[in-house]
């Protein structure tokens, strides 16, 4: 798998960004985000290409990243972890001493993302109503498409940060309130 990430991370360098000097440091700080998000959520990057939108000569404006996992997922978790994959690669990106001097604007926000994240299953088709297939992360809004490529739901990504937060929180006072009356936080739901 290392080897795969790692011919992507070339591949993108020998494809079309000119050798310019943001590239291999974004570059190294994606193949590091994706080195973490694969231990820890078993997510695979597929591909990334930082780019100089308006003309930014040795600055990157924007950056497009796709990601794949082998699972299904419904609307709150895929939600969880688009949120997680964007907040902890805008953390890489911006805490990256080589890169920041060449970020046209710091701190890296994610409305400079674009990111795709797909959901691969065997049986996706057939649950089709229920799961999704894939979140997208464009202009800081996520889209959420099922196996058939119907629209199942949008939303800023700040909304989907609040919900995760808030489901979050959710889960913290139920376990609360369960160790409280000694019962387990499965029983009360």
């Known amino acids: 798998m290392r080897h795969l990430l790692s011919a992507l991370v070339i591949a993108t360098i020998l494809t079309g960004c000119g050798g310019k000097a943001y590239v291999n440091a974004t570059n190294q700080a994606v193949y590091r985000h994706a080195q973490l998000v694969e231990?820890?959520?078993?997510?695979?990057?597929?591909?990334?290409?930082?780019?100089?939108?308006?003309?930014?000569?040795?600055?990157?404006?924007?950056?497009?990243?796709?990601?794949?996992?082998?699972?299904?997922?419904?609307?709150?978790?895929?939600?969880?972890?688009?949120?997680?994959?964007?907040?902890s690669l805008l953390k890489e990106i911006n805490k990256d001493p080589e890169l920041r001097p060449h970020l046209t604007e710091y701190p890296f926000t994610s409305d400079r993302l674009t990111v795709k994240l797909e959901f691969n299953h065997f049986f996706g088709d057939y649950f089709e109503p229920l799961y999704i297939k894939t979140v997208t992360l464009s202009d800081d809004m996520l889209t959420y498409y099922t196996f058939n490529k119907k629209i199942k739901r949008r939303e800023p990504y700040t909304k989907a940060k609040q919900l995760v937060a808030d489901r979050f929180q959710d889960e913290l006072d139920q376990a609360e309130t369960a160790s409280l009356e000694g019962t387990s936080p499965d029983s009360i739901r």
């Open 39 to 87: 231990k820890s959520h078993d997510v695979k990057l597929m591909r990334s290409t930082p780019d100089t939108l308006g003309g930014a000569e040795e600055g990157m404006d924007q950056l497009d990243v796709q990601y794949y996992v082998y699972r299904l997922m419904e609307v709150e978790d895929s939600r969880q972890l688009m949120t997680h994959l964007v907040d």
